[in-house]
Every structure is written in C-alpha cells, then in structure tokens.
C-alpha cells in the first residue's frame, strides 16, 4: 500500500505538480495544476486516462476539445495527439500505461521537453 504524500513530488512541466507512482505495468500521477497552466500537444506510444478530482482542465485529445471537471474521466488512445491547460487551479490522477519509463526521473519527459521547445 502506498499513501500520495509520503511519495516526493516533482514538477513534470511548469505548473503540473505531484508525486508519481509506478506498477509493474502502469504509471500514475496524482497532479495538481495550476490556472493556466499550458500541456503542450503531444503524443506517446502509452494510453493515457486523466481522472479529474478538482478543477477544471481543457483536454484536447485529436482536436476535439473537453472541460474535465470532477468526476469525469478523459482518454487519449495510444499515439493520439493530445494537449491541455487549467482552467482552474485542480487536481487529477492521470494513468498511463504500458509503465512510463521516463516519468521515474525527476526531470519532465522528453516528449514535453520537445514540444515545449526545449532540447532532449
């Protein structure tokens, strides 16, 4: 068993905190985002679940836009282009799967790095 707050949070891109907790074969994040807060579009060969807690979050997932509010659940397949931004100051766990390897370093993955325009 394992409880969020005893697990170091890490800052995944500007204005995504929160701890992040790996399976055997899944990832998950128990993110805070802050109000406008920017997800810059991208992609990954992982499914990706976003389960909204608190707040509001834009979810673009193929183009298609979403107000996430709580209780709502947001899925962007394998591969699928996707982007978002709070809308409010919120909370979400987002799983992923299969594992996502690069979210155990304490450094934002490189697919975000790149999109924001930054080097790997």
């Known amino acids: 068993m394992f ?3 005893t697990i170091e949070p890490v800052t995944i ?3 995504f905190h929160g701890p992040v907790l790996h399976s055997g074969r899944m990832s998950f994040g128990f993110w805070r985002t802050e109000a406008g807060a920017i997800l ?3 992609s990954h060969p992982r499914g990706r679940m976003v389960h909204q807690l608190e707040g509001e979050l834009e979810l673009i997932v193929e ?3 979403t107000v996430s509010k709580p209780g709502t659940v947001v899925v962007a397949p394998p591969d699928a282009m996707h982007s978002g931004r709070g809308l409010t100051d919120c909370r979400s766990v987002d799983t992923f799967c299969p594992l996502r ?3 155990r370093r ?3 993955p490189r697919i975000l790095r ?3 325009g930054g080097r790997d």
């Open 3 to 5: 409880k969020w707050e």
């Open 13 to 15: 891109i500007p204005g």
């Open 40 to 42: 810059p579009q991208h």
């Open 63 to 65: 183009g298609v836009s």
């Open 101 to 103: 390897g690069e979210g």
């Open 106 to 108: 304490q450094e934002g």
């Open 114 to 116: 790149r999109a924001m």
